[in-house]
């Protein structure tokens, strides 16, 4: 199974947008106190689009708390990484948890958390006219790296609500 995680997120419309992109995938949202918001705060559930009934999610105490609770391999996603985010196989033929951890906006992830396991930094390549992507797009672009790696795993290829052939009829 795949999981997001957020390290003390501070901005409540990412983290909403964040939690709509795990609706959709079908994944697991792991959030690491302290948070910059209420989970029921208004502007998050406005940015959630009245997905979070639906959302599989998590909050703990601490980073240590997250990890003591959440066996599986880490990937840190941090624009002080060497590897892109692509060089990573997340095909999960062994069936484990994988984690995908993201900073807070203003700071990142630690670095005593990062050196501990600097073969699992990675970033999202870019030019150098800015630090970094926003939070929530970076999650969108590795969620769905890792999903295509799974073939989809059971996401459905079709739309549900108007029919696979909505383009072709009249």
């Known amino acids: 199974m795949n ?6 997120p501070e ?12 609706v ?12 910059g918001f209420e989970i029921d705060d208004a502007h998050l559930r406005r940015s959630g689009v009245n997905y979070i009934d639906k959302l599989n999610y998590e909050v703990y105490e601490n980073f240590d708390d997250f990890k003591s609770k959440n066996p599986g391999t880490y990937y840190y996603f941090t624009r002080y990484g060497h590897k892109p985010h692509t060089s990573f196989d997340y095909s999960n033929k062994d069936g484990g948890e994988l984690y995908f951890i993201f900073g807070k906006e203003s700071t990142g992830i630690p ?4 050196q501990k396991d600097l073969d699992h930094c990675m970033r999202i390549p870019m030019t150098d006219k800015v630090r970094a992507l926003n939070v929530s797009n970076s999650v969108a672009i590795v969620i ?7 073939d989809y795993n059971d996401l459905l290829r079709e739309e549900p ?3 696979a052939d909505f383009l072709e009829r009249e």
Request: charged letters at 25%.
């Open 3 to 8: 999981n997001i995680v957020l390290y003390e």
């Open 11 to 22: 901005i409540p419309q990412n983290t909403g947008n964040i939690m709509r992109t795990c």
């Open 24 to 35: 959709a995938t079908d994944t697991k949202l792991h959030l690491i106190k302290p948070l």
């Open 111 to 114: 670095k005593e958390i990062l």
């Open 144 to 150: 769905y790296e890792a999903l295509r790696q799974q």
């Open 161 to 163: 609500h108007k029919g």
